[in-house]
């Protein structure tokens, strides 16, 4: 389907007004995609990014470390991290160096649960199906080149990335 059948709007005032609507369209429909797949395992999106970073990192973090980390900035890392405690998917425990900061820990069930959800992956590659590798590269290096509105100083990777 195209955008125009989606939302039933021939006429866009402009091509970057079109892509925008479109950006945000297909979010929201990759969101619920991927809801969907996490819902057997009753977990958020941000829950599982805090577990996939915890992970990543190897070590114990404190929830500063992990929000800087997050995909969704405007998560509240400390109100999920307390949803995964009461999951008994991670620990919490006074950090040595500074008694100040809260580590967080990614607990046996964690992990376990993580290497269950690595299962899903070609699953989750599949919502990009109609993509070749070629294409998912391009629109990675699209959708980077969106973002340097925030730091134009990378403005001449994005573009050679883009042209080769």
């Given at each position: 389907m195209t955008l125009e059948k989606d939302i039933n709007q021939q006429v866009f005032r402009s091509e970057y007004q079109k892509a925008i609507i479109n950006l945000i369209y297909t979010f929201n429909w990759v969101n619920e995609k991927v809801n969907r797949r996490f819902e057997p395992f009753d977990i958020t999106q941000q829950q599982f990014n805090i577990l996939r970073i915890l992970r990543g990192a190897g070590q114990p973090l404190s929830t500063l470390q992990i929000?800087?980390?997050?995909?969704?900035?405007?998560?509240?890392?400390?109100?999920?991290?307390?949803?995964?405690?009461?999951?008994?998917?991670?620990?919490?425990?006074?950090?040595?160096?500074?008694?100040r900061l809260v580590d967080v820990l990614l607990t046996d069930k964690g992990k376990k649960l993580l290497q269950t959800m690595d299962g899903m992956n070609e699953e989750m590659d599949s919502i990009f199906k109609y993509l070749s590798n070629e294409e998912a590269k391009h629109l990675n290096v699209l959708l980077d080149k969106i973002r340097m509105i925030e730091n134009p100083s990378e403005e001449n990777s994005a573009e050679t990335a883009i042209t080769g």
């Open positions: 929000r800087q980390r997050m995909l969704d900035k405007m998560s509240d890392t400390s109100r999920i991290v307390d949803r995964l405690v009461k999951k008994g998917m991670v620990k919490k425990s006074i950090c040595r160096e500074d008694r």
